[in-house]
């Protein structure tokens, strides 16, 4: 039985796996001390389930649990990371290498950095979406002190080349930071060998709860970072704040799913994925947007060329799906990113990112890709630019009455 | 963005979808609106010997509002002489939709496209005129 | 299972069952990202919708003058460094027993060029009413003084407060984090410019907070990114948690009456009691909150006392949460002049709503049989 609407959104958020949601409950009822509270048991009950979760978290990307810090999601780590390095190491340098792509989390953060002095590089990537090394080496200055790069776009899927960038990052004592919310049960993460100092989690995007993310900070060799939000000194005084343990029971738990069960899952993920990859470039006229080989099993990232985004969301809304990223998607801009890989703004406009996850079914995906093909062909036989394509007239050649 | 019910009607079963044939005599095509603006409309009219519009018929590239306003407006210049037609405002387009302000763009670009329907039309005429 | 006598409700709270069952569903099915435009989205959009106007109505605000945040901490945060982000440097000024949040937030200004002032309390934990004035005289850009001390319960006046202040060109805050549910918090009745609170003092989630802000404060975001809460605080919404805090203060408000009477009267035997084995309870001739109680004894170590309570069974508190691992007297003792080593015996009980009578009488029983001995150890001793 399908439930509508399907959900293919889930870069977007998660659902909470029930394990997760199970190892949850018993901290939103009689365990539910505050870890900071010393002298008694509910507080100590609390520490010890958040050092638990700690260690699991640690472990998905091979890190010491010293090296994660609680935050409330991963908006705030890559603001605590980029903010943090940038104003700590800033008697070395004031210069910040980011890409184009990055999380509006990291895009913001670099323009408020600027408002405070700072000199930011936005580089382009690629029309596959990925970043060019020989571009990256070019744009190193001898006052760069962060660079941030993220593992897994939100909204094509694709992975940078980490490795490399963390290689020529250490090689000049530049702190790197990698925005991995997209990345956690994804892709293999690795900090032992991975030469990134910084890294920020999201636990909604991995099955997790809403409200809880982590940043990595490497010990090995050591990397500071100025607070960002003080108080009682909670996190070794990188982030004040009372720790909120259900939430971070929950982060855990879903890390430690992420780590036994991705092996398995991901191979599964990609077998949907590419059932709808190949049932959708079926229809005329539709371009996969991003490189397709480097890129997560989970994520689709298509325009339909010669119909409008809008009316294509509408068109569709049995299925639950993104039209760019969901924090972008309030407005009608058309996706930066897609812009950033070349794309012109009727494309962007027309894109639609399916995302698949954990409790994805095979029939969720063969009735989306009939859907598709159905409202296309509606859409396209109402549409005039349709006509003239099929007409054989160059759209780029026809003067616009713009109004 | 919540839609209404007509919008979503128009929607969902657009009225006179299509395309008079290119030999057809009394035909004005309007095509207003730009792929980069996210919306192009091509309305046409046609034309009979009294000088009202008999029939007409639309094709739109955008939103749900701007293809609801143009459903719309085929059915509404039918039977319409041409000065008649051309007194549809996009105010009524939007009130008949219960647009939201971000939409009323929509609604002139209905307007705009009877507009350039007429003027085609007419300028056809004159050329024949000759 | 062996569970201990909560008797500190001031550092968290039980989780109000009501308010776990609200919040499961947005555990469950309901698991959209606020920001999106289907239907998982516009149901979470919803459901933060209805808790926003549940946390405005408590105090008293308008919902656009919400934002949420993940917990006092970072709304305290969120006042002070982001109004001061907005403003060319001047003085700010914090009572002398505020939060570390809001004091170390405050000192954090001194960077940017801030002066910094602290204005003293009187030896009850009052804010003195002439270094108030010494303080305002300076015209401080931003002032914070917490309505409820989370040490000692003692209440301040923030109304004349605020209103000097503001009189004076402040921006004016309070910490309302321990006020919320116990005394009235009225935002327009107060005249302050913002607001904390937060969910897990009012027996809501840990995770979420909020600060209430007047629009006339102009504030720039700690957290830059997507734009949420209209673009004063980024990242995707703590949706379940929201939802919880929504219920909370509904409920914090509509139990306020009856919980504070209840309170009171089990803050009376407790102190009775108290006053019997000799302790000196701190701000007792001031107002203070009906659960709280912050004492000592002479002679006692205060770490020490906690260690024997907690293994008879009962969970209090040997200063504020946050800085338990601090070994450092209380900061609220020592503004208001108590001797380093007479706070260093401090002790908090916080009591509440699930708190007995019962519970109560058999507390000062065991604290009667554990003084006894520590008493006799100490006399041994010396």
Redesign the interface.
């Known amino acids: 039985m399908l439930k509508f ?1 399907i ?1 293919l ?1 889930y870069s ?5 796996d ?1 394990r997760v ?1 199970d190892a ?1 409950i018993p901290y ?3 365990h ?3 870890p ?8 100590w009950e609390a520490e010890k389930a958040v050092e638990l979760a700690r260690a699991d978290v640690a472990a998905l990307v091979n890190a010491d649990p010293k090296e994660i810090v609680w935050t ?5 780590s ?2 605590l990371a980029i903010k943090g390095a940038a104003q700590f190491y800033q008697s070395k340098g004031k210069h910040i290498i980011t890409l184009k792509t990055e ?4 895009l ?2 670099c ?2 950095l600027e408002r405070q002095g700072f000199e930011v590089t936005y580089l382009d990537v690629q029309e596959d979406g990925l970043l060019n090394l020989d571009a990256f080496r070019a744009a190193l200055r001898d006052d760069t002190t962060v660079v941030s790069v993220m593992m897994v776009n939100n909204e094509v899927g694709v992975i940078q080349p980490i490795e490399e960038i963390g290689e020529i990052c250490r090689e000049r004592g530049i702190i790197f930071h990698v925005d991995a919310a997209q990345a956690t049960g994804k892709v293999d993460i690795d900090l032992q060998k991975l030469k990134v100092d910084l890294m920020s989690f ?1 636990a ?1 995007k991995t099955y997790g ?4 993310g982590a940043l990595y900070v490497r010990r090995k060799p050591r990397v500071r970072l100025i607070a ?7 996190e070794r005084g990188m982030r ?8 971070i029971v929950g982060m855990g738990v879903a890390f430690r799913l992420a780590r036994e069960e991705m092996a398995t899952e991901n191979v599964r993920i990609g077998l949907l994925r590419d059932r709808l990859m190949n049932g959708l470039t079926d229809i005329e006229a539709t371009y996969v947007n991003g490189d397709i080989a480097k890129r997560v099993p989970h994520n689709l990232n298509i325009s339909f060329a ?6 294509l ?2 068109a569709i ?1 049995d299925v ?4 760019g ?6 407005s ?1 801009e058309p996706s930066y990113v897609l812009r950033a890989l070349g794309r ?3 494309l962007a ?1 027309s894109s639609i990112r399916f995302s698949i996850g954990r409790f994805t079914t095979e029939e969720e995906v063969d009735y989306t890709i009939d859907l598709l093909h159905r409202k296309i062909n509606k859409l396209r ?7 003239m394509v099929q007409e054989g007239v160059d ?1 780029n050649t026809v003067q ?4 | ?1 919540a ?1 209404s019910d007509k919008v979503l009607d128009h ?1 969902e079963n ?1 009225r006179n ?1 299509g ?1 008079f044939g290119k030999d057809e005599s009394g035909v004005g095509t309007g ?12 309305l046409q009219i046609k034309v009979n010997g009294q000088g009202v519009i008999e029939d007409a018929k639309f ?6 509002s ?2 609801a306003s143009s459903s719309l407006v085929t059915e509404w210049v039918k039977g319409k002489s041409l000065d008649e037609a051309l007194e549809i405002k996009n105010t009524a387009i939007a009130e008949e939709l219960a647009l939201p302000p ?1 939409k009323i ?1 929509c609604s ?2 209905a307007e ?1 496209a009877i507009k ?1 329907a007429v003027a085609d039309y007419r300028k056809h005429q004159e050329t024949k005129g000759e | ?1 062996f ?2 006598v ?1 008797f ?1 409700h001031n ?5 109000d069952p009501q308010v ?1 069952e609200a ?2 569903p947005y ?3 309901r ?3 606020a ?7 516009r149901q979470a959009r919803a459901a933060i919708d209805a808790a926003r106007a549940q946390v405005a109505a408590a105090v008293g605000a308008h919902p656009t003058e919400v934002i949420f945040t ?5 709304a ?2 969120l006042f002070l460094k982001g109004a001061a982000a907005t403003m060319k440097p001047g003085r700010v000024a914090v009572s002398a027993i505020e ?4 004091r ?2 405050a ?2 200004l001194v960077k940017q060029g801030w002066q910094f002032d602290e204005i003293g309390v009187d030896a009850q934990g009052v804010v003195d009413e002439a270094a108030f004035a010494k303080v305002m005289d300076g015209r401080p850009r931003l002032v914070s003084v917490m309505l409820a001390n989370n040490e000692s319960g003692v209440l301040q006046s923030i109304a004349p407060l605020a209103t000097a202040a503001r009189a004076q060109g402040a921006f004016f805050h309070t910490d309302a984090v321990q006020a919320l549910g116990k005394v009235p918090v009225d935002f327009r009745a107060l005249g302050v410019n913002a607001l904390t609170v937060s969910g ?1 003092k009012i027996y809501g ?4 907070g909020a600060l209430v802000i007047d629009k006339r404060v102009e504030v720039a975001p ?7 809460e209209r673009g004063l605080r ?8 929201i939802v919880g805090f929504g219920l909370a203060c509904e409920l914090a408000e509509s139990r306020r009456a009856s919980d504070a009477a209840c309170l009171t009267q089990l803050k009376a035997k407790l102190e009775s009691g108290l006053g019997g084995l000799g302790a000196r309870v701190f701000s007792a001739g001031a107002a203070r909150l009906a659960g709280t109680s912050f004492f000592a004894f002479d002679g006692i170590d205060g ?1 020490t006392l ?2 024997k309570l ?1 293994r008879a069974g009962f ?4 200063g ?7 070994p450092e007297p209380s900061k609220t003792l020592l503004a208001m002049g108590v001797a380093p080593e007479m706070a260093r015996g401090a002790i908090r009980i916080s009591l509440g709503r699930a708190t007995t009578d019962d519970e109560v009488g058999r507390f000062i029983g065991v604290l009667t049989e554990e003084l006894k001995r520590l008493r006799g150890l100490s006399a041994m001793a010396s």
Not at chain 2, 59 to 64: I, P
Not at chain 3, 320 to 326: D, G, H, Y
Request: with cysteine; aromatic share 6%; hydrophobic share 35%.
């Open positions: 609407p959900y959104d977007a958020t998660t659902p909470i029930p949601v949850m939103l009822s009689e539910f001390g505050n900071a509270s010393r002298s008694h048991a509910y507080g409330s999601g991963a908006t705030e890559d603001n999380h509006k989390a990291v913001d953060t323009r408020e999201s909604h709860p809403k409200g809880i960002q939000m003080h108080g009682g000194g909670h004040s704040g009372t720790l909120a343990t259900h939430q010669y119909v409008e985004g809008e009316s969301i509408m809304k639950a799906v993104s039209s990223s969901a924090c972008t998607s309030a009608l012109n703004d009727e406009h036989e109402l549409s005039p630019l349709w006509e759209l616009w009455a713009a109004h | 963005m839609y929607y657009p979808v395309a095509m207003v609106g730009a792929p980069a603006c996210g919306d192009v409309m091509k094709k739109t590239y955008g939103c749900g701007a293809i971000v763009h002139i670009l705009d350039a | 299972m569970a201990p909560y500190d550092a968290t709270t039980p989780l776990r919040m499961l555990l469950g099915a698991f959209g990202n920001s999106s435009r289907h239907e998982y989205g993940s917990g006092g901490s970072e305290n945060n939060h570390p949040c809001v170390e937030a000192k954090r897990h989630p840990i995770g979420v700690l957290i830059d990114g997507g734009g949420q980024s990242g995707t919404e703590n949706l379940a948690a770490e906690v260690g907690d969970a209090c508190a040997s504020s949460a946050c800085s338990s691992a601090n």
